[in-house]
């Protein structure tokens, strides 16, 4: 997956300011519903990019998919096996609620543990400076 951008600071690790898209077609009037606008990211810079240079980002799209993958999929399932376990084992529905509730705050922990551990495979890295 490949991202434009332009640089904000620069080093080995540059940060840098994307645009995001809309899901309306940039037609923002009929969808009421936008939330385009700047991210900044960080983004492993091999190619030497200096501030205020037009860059490209990319992350693998297999990296962007697993990712995806772990922070969508993964809680969802949580969700439904909690839920599943706790109403077959005839628990309330309050102590399906707080159980269910505390599945998740661990599902969410160690999604954020994982992504600090293997965050160098997810790296978003700059590949080519435009102008």
């Given at each position: 997956?490949r991202?434009?951008?332009?640089?904000?600071?620069?080093?080995?690790?540059?940060?840098?300011?994307?645009?995001?898209?809309?899901?309306c077609g940039?037609?923002?009037?009929?969808?009421?519903?936008?939330?385009?606008?700047?991210?900044?990211i960080?983004?492993?810079?091999?190619?030497?990019?200096?501030?205020?240079d037009?860059?490209?980002?990319?992350?693998?799209?297999?990296?962007?998919?697993?990712a995806?993958?772990?922070?969508?999929?993964?809680?969802?399932?949580?969700?439904?096996i909690?839920?599943?376990?706790?109403s077959?084992?005839g628990?309330?529905e309050?102590g399906?609620?707080?159980?269910?509730?505390?599945a998740?705050?661990?599902?969410?922990?160690?999604?954020?543990?994982?992504?600090?551990?293997?965050?160098?495979?997810?790296?978003?890295?700059?590949?080519?400076i435009?102008?």
């Open positions: 997956m991202k434009r951008g332009i640089v904000k600071t620069a080093g080995n690790m540059a940060e840098v300011s994307i645009i995001r898209e809309t899901a940039e037609n923002c009037a009929n969808c009421g519903g936008c939330v385009a606008g700047e991210t900044v960080r983004a492993e810079n091999t190619v030497g990019a200096k501030v205020g037009k860059v490209v980002l990319e992350i693998p799209d297999r990296a962007a998919l697993g995806a993958s772990i922070a969508y999929i993964l809680p969802i399932a949580v969700l439904l909690s839920i599943t376990v706790t077959l084992c628990v309330s309050g399906s609620a707080l159980f269910t509730l505390a998740l705050a661990l599902c969410f922990l160690a999604v954020r543990a994982f992504a600090k551990r293997k965050g160098e495979h997810f790296a978003v890295r700059i590949v080519e435009l102008y």
